[in-house]
């Protein structure tokens, strides 16, 4: 299998063209390998989960917290319905044509990547000034969490740290996202130059092959890898033990239940005033 | 312009005698198999290497993919059929005369006693880009060359791009499209599928690969002309730069009915300005039921034109294409050319 594919530039120099779509199919079935591996895991394993009782006690003991909890303000979930409905137009414009399925589709993806790319702007600026900016974030102060996670998962009683407001897999997928959709946006843009949009004089000697060569391979490598991730992401977001997060990128809150079994109030504070911020 | 360097490089030569055996051997060799009709088109590719097949499949020996034949009241002409047969056979020059004058139209005699109505709809864009071997969109690549700044894009496309502006070169295409012919395509996995002339042609924003709807081991087996437009008022007008012999700068094809002077019903098409032949349905709306006369013509001439957008070089196919339509709805004698 190849990776990359190149071509010869009216110079007769080597030069990059886009990655081998080969690398797509790898990306689908790395995604659908991981599903049914950890799908698999959590039928057979024994991981732990908070036992009932245990839940039943913490909820009487913060009986003063309210009912619904505030995960997700209107903003925050706004942003992620657009995000994803303009993550799967670019997905479908850019991967059914290669698999086959073959209509136009260059203007609608464009279109969708400035919609992805706007909703991304947005995000920025109301996560930096509306939301708690870091506790989306993963860092070696979340090494303890790790431990204690992956120790429940293989079945061990831990009293170790929960998550803050967002479990660590949901953190680490997002900073994976952050990095894709950054490298998918960006190399897209610049892109744009080459084709006819309203916005800009098409310019295809903005860089020089070679550069114009990384540019595709990068926007094609996050994009193939986007195709992962995504599955991933529906994986999870389906899975019925998983369904509550779900449910409150739609309603905007959790239960309480939910919250003190899922999460470490030290961590996740939530006064009984509901003035949180989500 | 790609250079003729010396004796093409090896490949296989397969001479079926049969659609069957042809297949056969486009399927054992996939993507590595180039189809040989008249082999004007393909001799110039392989010569300059710029394609490299294993296997070349020549249809010359097939018997039941030439001639014509009389089938529902209309045509069917065999895809190996020469564009001179074409020419001479009386029911094309009775019936469909449109077909007769695109077909005379293209290139020379010696070609045409040599090229074949099926090559002819299925060659290549003569984007000299492409065809220099460079990785254009069109060739697997990620730009296209003719639309830059500095490029040279006379020749090239005024509507319908989409990364690539390369034309569709043929000359029989319009007329077909015109005639609402039907292409016979036998499928590489088997089977046989009948689409419209229209449909035949593929633009960029489709697949930016290829210029028709045929598959790797598929093969055009014939096109039915339908006895529909058979003899109905027809035009046909290529524009080029030599009048012996030349690729259509911009063409026109047309088959009408009228009643008086009104027109009952029309097919319009034009070639040279986008990658596949352009049927203007808008037009055919707007004309019809209204009066065969000038004021019609230019307002339909107007419409066809909108969403041009020419290159640096080649903005005269806009009033060229303009007046072409106007001439084919109006008719020659009372049309006059504006710029």
């Excluded at chain 2, 509507?159 to 502006?165: E, N, S």
């Amino acid at each position: 299998m190849d990776f990359l594919t190149w071509g010869r530039n009216p110079w007769d120099q080597p030069i990059l063209t886009h990655i081998s779509w080969d690398l797509l199919w790898a990306s689908f079935f790395a995604g659908i390998v991981f599903l049914v591996a950890h799908a698999s895991y959590m039928v057979f394993s024994a991981h732990r989960k908070r036992h009932a009782a245990e839940t039943d006690a913490m909820e009487a003991a913060r009986a003063d917290l309210p009912e619904r909890i505030p995960r997700h303000s209107a903003a925050a979930r706004l942003f992620h319905w657009v995000m994803a409905s303009a993550m799967f137009t670019l997905l479908i414009t850019a991967f059914l044509p290669i698999a086959g399925i073959r209509f136009p589709w260059v203007t609608w993806h464009w279109i969708a990547g400035l919609v992805l790319t706007g909703s991304i702007v947005f995000h920025i600026v109301h996560a930096t000034f509306w939301l708690d900016f870091w506790s989306i974030w993963v860092g070696p102060r979340d090494l303890p969490e790790l431990k204690a996670e992956v120790l429940r998962e293989l079945g061990h009683e831990v009293p170790g740290p929960r998550p803050g407001k967002y479990p660590l897999g949901n953190r680490l997928y997002h900073l994976a996202i952050v990095v894709v959709a950054l490298a998918v946006v960006a190399s897209g843009l610049f892109m744009m130059v080459r084709i006819r949009t309203p916005f800009f004089t098409r310019n295809p000697y903005l860089f020089t092959d070679a550069t114009w060569g990384v540019t595709y391979v990068l926007h094609g490598l996050a994009g193939v890898a986007l195709v992962g991730l995504v599955i991933a992401h529906v994986y999870f977001a389906v899975r019925p033990d998983k369904w509550w997060i779900t449910k409150s990128m739609i309603l905007g809150w959790i239960t309480r239940r939910q919250y003190l079994e899922h999460h470490d109030p030290d961590r996740w504070a939530i006064s009984s005033s509901r003035h949180e911020r989500t | 312009m790609a250079v003729i360097r010396d004796v093409m490089p090896a490949f296989e030569l397969f001479q079926p005698t049969s659609i069957e055996d042809a297949q056969a051997v486009l399927n054992r060799y996939g993507t590595d198999a180039w189809v040989l009709a008249g082999g004007l088109d393909s001799l110039d590719w392989l010569k300059d290497r710029i394609k490299r097949p294993q296997a070349v499949v020549d249809l010359g020996a097939i018997a039941e993919l030439k001639g014509v034949r009389e089938r529902d009241g209309g045509l069917e002409i065999g895809a190996m059929t020469t564009l001179t047969e074409v020419v001479r056979h009386p029911s094309v020059g009775e019936r469909y005369s449109i077909l007769l004058e695109a077909a005379e139209a293209a290139a020379s005699p010696q070609i045409r006693n040599q090229g074949t109505i099926g090559g002819n709809v299925s060659q290549d864009t003569r984007c000299w880009y492409y065809r220099a071997g460079w990785p254009c969109y069109r060739a697997g690549g990620n730009i296209c060359y003719a639309d830059t700044p500095d490029a040279i894009n006379r020749e090239h496309a005024i509507l319908g791009a989409d990364r690539c502006v390369a034309v569709n070169p043929s000359d029989t295409a319009p007329a077909l499209i015109a005639l609402d012919a039907q292409m016979v395509v036998r499928r590489a996995g088997g089977g046989e599928r009948i689409v419209s002339a229209e449909d035949y042609f593929v633009g960029p924003a489709i697949d930016i690969t290829r210029m028709t709807m045929l598959e790797p081991g598929d093969l055009l087996t014939a096109i039915r002309l339908p006895a529909t437009w058979a003899g109905a008022q027809f035009y046909f007008e290529k524009i080029r730069d030599r009048q012996v012999w030349d690729f259509a700068l911009v063409s026109v094809a047309s088959a009408m009915r009228t009643t008086g002077s009104t027109i009952d019903r029309i097919r319009i098409v034009v070639n040279g300005v986008a990658a596949r032949p352009l049927r203007l349905a808008a037009v055919e709306a707007l004309v019809q039921g209204r009066p065969r006369n000038e004021g019609t013509a230019v307002v339909a001439a107007n419409l066809a034109i909108e969403g041009a957008q020419p290159l640096r070089f080649n903005a005269y196919k806009v009033p060229l294409m303009r007046n072409l339509v106007k001439r084919a709805i109006r008719g020659v004698e009372a049309t006059t050319w504006t710029s």
